[in-house]
């Protein structure tokens, strides 16, 4: 959900990002050996130190988070800081939806890129825009386009002809990796839910 997250870009600041956390804060405040995160799609604001009792760090992280966030271009200006019925900390709505936009290569066919042409990545809880790989079997097949920006992605391949799966997902794969939307070192697995593409990076344009 990170988009273009310059703050917390692998390869740039590797210790200030884990998955689908963003390092952004310090308690006791400062700017370098973040401690404190906004984690997942629901803006979890996590690691703010319980002490001192009452002195309203959680709400100063939490803004502390949301500046840089938005200075940053990771977020969009519109969150707030607010507690849920059970008293955790929450930034939110987390607009992450016009930093995803230009995300990846364009399209390169009606069959190849993303579906509907103009879809947001993650977008629509994740299933709203798909990722087309080509056809096999005369079947269209896509896989979500859900990027995480770390390596170890994986997303089911829809629309496979089953008799023929590994085929069909190596195909997927390589055209992904030929049109520029992810990276080598992908593997097709099959499991309990489905035919897998797997531990791969989306290639960030």
């Not at 089911?156 to 049109?179: I, P, Q």
Request: glycine share 14%; net charge positive; proline share 5%.
């Amino acid at each position: 959900w990170l988009g273009k997250c310059q703050m917390c870009m692998p390869g740039r600041h590797v210790s200030k990002f884990r998955n689908d956390e963003c390092m952004c804060a310090k308690n006791g405040g400062g700017n370098d050996n973040f401690d404190v995160s906004v984690r997942g799609r629901n803006g979890l604001v996590d690691g703010v130190s319980l002490f001192p009792l009452f002195g309203g760090q959680f709400f100063d992280r939490c803004n502390e988070c949301r500046r840089r966030m938005e200075a940053d271009g990771v977020i969009m200006p519109g969150s707030s800081c607010s507690r849920d019925i059970v008293g955790t900390m929450l930034l939110g709505p987390l607009n992450t939806d016009p930093l995803w936009k230009d995300f990846g290569p364009p399209n390169v066919s009606h069959t190849i890129g993303r579906y509907p042409a103009d879809c947001i990545p993650n977008s629509g809880g994740g299933s709203a825009c798909k990722l087309r790989c080509g056809i096999h079997n005369g079947r269209q097949m896509h896989i979500n386009y859900n990027p995480k920006i770390y390596s170890g992605e994986w997303e089911l391949v829809r629309g496979l002809d089953t008799s023929n799966w590994r085929n069909g997902c190596l195909a997927c794969g390589s055209t992904l990796e030929t049109a520029g939307f992810i990276e080598s070192g992908w593997e097709c697995t099959r499991r309990m839910n489905g035919i897998i593409l797997e531990k791969f990076q989306y290639r960030m344009q």
